[in-house]
C-alpha cells in the first residue's frame, strides 16, 4: 500500500516538474486582448509562443522558492518582422514596471537599427517595411541601442537617457549642469544590453515602441508561432484555428 501512495507521489511531482518545465522553458500559451495586431493576430486568439528558439531561461522562482537561473543556448536571434511575446518594459518614466504585463508585437529594429515613419511609411535603415499600413504620424528617427554603442550626456537630453541607465542599473544625476553616473563625472554612457524596437501591426491603434520605448534583450520570451484557438463574442472562429503566424 504504501509503495503505490509512493508510486502515485512519484508520479505526481514528475508531472508538476514537468508541466512547469515545459511552460517556463520550452512552449506555453497566451490569448491576444486587444486590437493592436489587427488582421495578424485579433482578439480572442489563443497562441503558442516558442520561448526555447531564443535562448529560454528556468524560472528564478517556484512555488516561492528563488531559483539560480540559467540560460539555455538560442537556437536562432530574433529576426526583423518575427512576432514576438515580451515582458512589457514599463512607461517611459517607470524605472521598475508597476504592470506585470505580456505583449505581443512585431519586431521591427534590431540592435544598431535605425527607426523612422516618413510621410506614413515605416522604415528602417531608410528601407520601407510593407508589413504596416500607412500611418496616420510620423515618427522621428531613432537609432536602436546596442551593447556598447557609446551615448553622449548632457543637461539638454539627461531627462531622455536618465531612466535608461537607471533600468540598465547605473544611478544617474544632474549636478550644476554636469553628469555623474555611480559618482563619476562624464559626457558618455557606454550601453550594457542589446534591446528591440516593437510595432503593432494595426499601426494606427497600437500602444508599442514608440510610446514606451526600446525592448530589453531579456525581456523577450518567444516566438509567436501558431493560433491554437479562437474565440470572440460572434462564438468559435474556426477558420483561425490552426494558423501559423508570419
Not at 47 to 70: D, E, H, M, W
Not at 107 to 118: A, E, H, K, Q
Request: hydrophobic share 40%; proline share 5%; with cysteine.
Amino acid at each position: 500500500m504504501w509503495r503505490k501512495v509512493k508510486d502515485v507521489l512519484f508520479i505526481f511531482c514528475f508531472t508538476l516538474f514537468f508541466a512547469a518545465g515545459l511552460k517556463s522553458c520550452i512552449i506555453d500559451a497566451y490569448k491576444i486582448p486587444s486590437e493592436s495586431m489587427n488582421t495578424t493576430l485579433r482578439i480572442g486568439d489563443y497562441l503558442l509562443v516558442n520561448k526555447f528558439i531564443y535562448g529560454a531561461r528556468t524560472p528564478q522562482k517556484f512555488f516561492y522558492i528563488s531559483l539560480p537561473q540559467f540560460q539555455f543556448p538560442k537556437l536562432k536571434e530574433v529576426q526583423r518582422g518575427d512576432v514576438i511575446v515580451f515582458d512589457f518594459p514599463g512607461e517611459p518614466n517607470e524605472v521598475f514596471p508597476v504592470r506585470n504585463l505580456f505583449l505581443v508585437k512585431r519586431c521591427l529594429g534590431l540592435p544598431g537599427d535605425t527607426i523612422d515613419i516618413v510621410n506614413g511609411s515605416v522604415r528602417v535603415n531608410g528601407m520601407r517595411m510593407n508589413y504596416f499600413d500607412h500611418a496616420k504620424t510620423d515618427f522621428p528617427s531613432v537609432v536602436v541601442p546596442h551593447q556598447g554603442m557609446p551615448i553622449g550626456l548632457n543637461a539638454k537630453n539627461f531627462l531622455k537617457w536618465k531612466v535608461f541607465i537607471q533600468r540598465e542599473g547605473g544611478s544617474i544625476e544632474l549636478r550644476d549642469g554636469k553628469i555623474f553616473i555611480d559618482q563619476q563625472e562624464t559626457s558618455s554612457y557606454a550601453v550594457k544590453n542589446n534591446y528591440y524596437f516593437a510595432l503593432g501591426d494595426n499601426i494606427n491603434n497600437s500602444s508599442d515602441s514608440r510610446a514606451w520605448g526600446f525592448i530589453p534583450e531579456e525581456n523577450i520570451v518567444g516566438k509567436a508561432m501558431l493560433i491554437y484557438w479562437s474565440k470572440n463574442s460572434d462564438g468559435i472562429q474556426w477558420g483561425r484555428i490552426g494558423n501559423i503566424i508570419r
